[in-house]
Structure formats: structure tokens, C-alpha cells
Nanobody
Framework: QVQLVESGGGLVQAGGSLRLSCVVS????????MGWYRQAPGKQRELVASITSGGVTNYADSVKDRFTISRDNAKNTVLMQMNSLKPEDTAVYSCNVREILPIGRRDYWGQGTQVTVSS
């Protein structure tokens, strides 16, 4: 059974930094993407950043040049360094693993971690 455990959220002042970590346990298909989504109150969940098993990254325009996603395939871990945080970054951040299967795809989700940026 695949489980995702997140850590690293918290309260920080604007301009500060946080690092989110997500450890994936269980067996996942070798072709996959790991990423972080966020959902603020009253808003839809949105993709923040993702990284494929081959290392290709993708970022939301709102976080480019501020957030950096990385992964350690040997440890099945995905990290996201968040710098220059803004109040509008406040949200619940959820880790996602998407398996790219021959017949489709399958998603796994973490429980979410709260990030609050004060002005």
C-alpha cells in the first residue's frame, strides 16, 4: 500500500522560507511524477510544482523563481524549497504521486500540511 507522509509546513512571515518534504512508502511504478498541490480557502486546488522520474520540472507561474522542487529517487522523497513567501502562498499543501501506467494513470495523495504566511 502506498502512503505519502508530508512535513515542513508552518507559520512564517512574508519573505521567509519553508521546506516541504514528502516521503513515499510502498511500491510505485517507475515512470511517475511527484508534485505539490495547494488549496486556499474558497479556491480550487492548483498545481504548484511537479517533477518527473526523469527530472523534468514544472512550476506554476506564481511560484517560478521562488520555489524549487527536487526529488531523491533512492529515498522516494520529494522536497520543495519555498523562498520569498507571500501571504497569497497561504494554503494547505498536498503531496501527490502520479503513476504513468501503460493503461492510464493513478494518483496517490498525502494528508496535506498547512502553510501560513503572515504579512
Amino acid at each position: 500500500q502506498v502512503q505519502l507522509v508530508e512535513s515542513g509546513g508552518g507559520l512564517v512571515q512574508a519573505g521567509g522560507s519553508l521546506r516541504l518534504s514528502c516521503v513515499v512508502s510502498g511500491s510505485i511504478f517507475s515512470l511517475n511524477a511527484m508534485g505539490w498541490y495547494r488549496q486556499a480557502p474558497g479556491k480550487q486546488r492548483e498545481l504548484v510544482a511537479s517533477i518527473t522520474s526523469g527530472g523534468v520540472t514544472n512550476y506554476a507561474d506564481s511560484v517560478k523563481d521562488r520555489f524549487t522542487i527536487s526529488r531523491d529517487n533512492a529515498k522516494n522523497t520529494v522536497l520543495m524549497q519555498m523562498n520569498s513567501l507571500k501571504p497569497e502562498d497561504t494554503a494547505v499543501y498536498s503531496c501527490n504521486v502520479r503513476e504513468i501506467l501503460p493503461i492510464g494513470r493513478r494518483d496517490y495523495w498525502g494528508q496535506g500540511t498547512q502553510v501560513t504566511v503572515s504579512s
